[in-house]
């Protein structure tokens, strides 16, 4: 089975400054998705970024990058330039690429405050 | 429209009512999903549909109903319901239940007296 590691449950940063969250993971299988999820105290899950484990290009979405290390089995997220609305809790989550039923695997997650 | 919406915001029932949760998604979406939250946890996946039909019950307690009437609409069953059952209600949907990108709604949030 598939696990996701979160270790640190808060991180606070000061606005317009970076972040990186830490995020590892286990798996036998070689092909899958990983993702990080932002859920602010309003409560609706977003995706913020997705990464498919066959492309060693780093996926990037505006501010949001990930360092995606495979053999580390390592998936964190670096916040640049962080804002007031980057506050919430983010989770890392594993997700299969094979059957019909494979399940998103969530960790723990980590409540970022972003400092004024 | 990358919405799925979710009714009511906000839900206080007693141990012995009876009340529905109702998701919506316009999407065209194939794949629904209900999850559970409970304050600063993950969500826990609850149920599964796949074009209408129950695909996956992760050994819910039978206090807890799904129905999917139709591809658009996901609803959640409740009757005699337990304190410890109070968390965020999620309804997220995917195109399909193998693709990755699940889109998630604001949830419902339960409190059971």
């Known amino acids: 089975a598939q696990t996701v590691t979160q270790s640190q449950p808060e991180m606070s940063v000061q606005e317009a400054e970076t972040v990186t969250l830490s995020c590892t993971y286990d798996?036998?299988?070689?092909?899958?998705?990983l993702f990080w999820y932002k859920q602010p105290p309003s409560r609706q899950m977003i995706l913020v970024i997705r990464?498919?484990?066959?492309?060693?290009q780093n996926a990037t979405e505006n501010r949001f990058s990930v360092n995606f290390q495979k053999a580390a089995k390592s998936f964190s997220l670096k916040i640049s330039d962080s804002q007031l609305g980057d506050a919430a809790m983010y989770f890392c989550?594993?997700?299969?690429?094979?059957?019909?039923?494979?399940?998103?695997?969530f960790g723990k997650g980590i409540t970022l405050s972003v400092r004024p | 429209d990358t919405e799925v919406t979710q009714t009511p915001k906000h839900l206080v029932m007693g141990m012995t009512n009876k009340k529905s949760l109702k998701c919506e998604q316009h999407?065209?979406?194939?794949?629904m999903y209900w999850y559970k939250q409970k304050a600063k946890k993950p969500p826990e996946l609850m149920f599964v549909?796949?074009?209408?039909?129950?695909?996956i019950n992760e050994s819910v307690p039978s206090r807890f109903s799904p129905e999917c009437p139709n591809s658009s609409l996901l609803n959640l069953h409740l009757h005699a319901l337990q304190p410890e059952d109070s968390a965020l209600y999620l309804c997220?949907?995917?195109?399909?239940?193998?693709?990755?990108?699940?889109?998630f709604g604001p949830g419902t949030r339960l409190t059971v007296t």
């Open positions: 999407m065209g979406h194939r794949a």
């Open positions: 989550a594993y997700r299969s690429t094979t059957g019909a039923n494979s399940k998103l695997t």
């Open positions: 997220a949907s995917s195109q399909f239940v193998s693709h990755y990108e699940q889109y």
């Open positions: 549909y796949s074009y209408e039909k129950l695909s």
């Open positions: 798996t036998s299988e070689s092909d899958y998705y």
């Open positions: 990464q498919e484990a066959y492309k060693q």
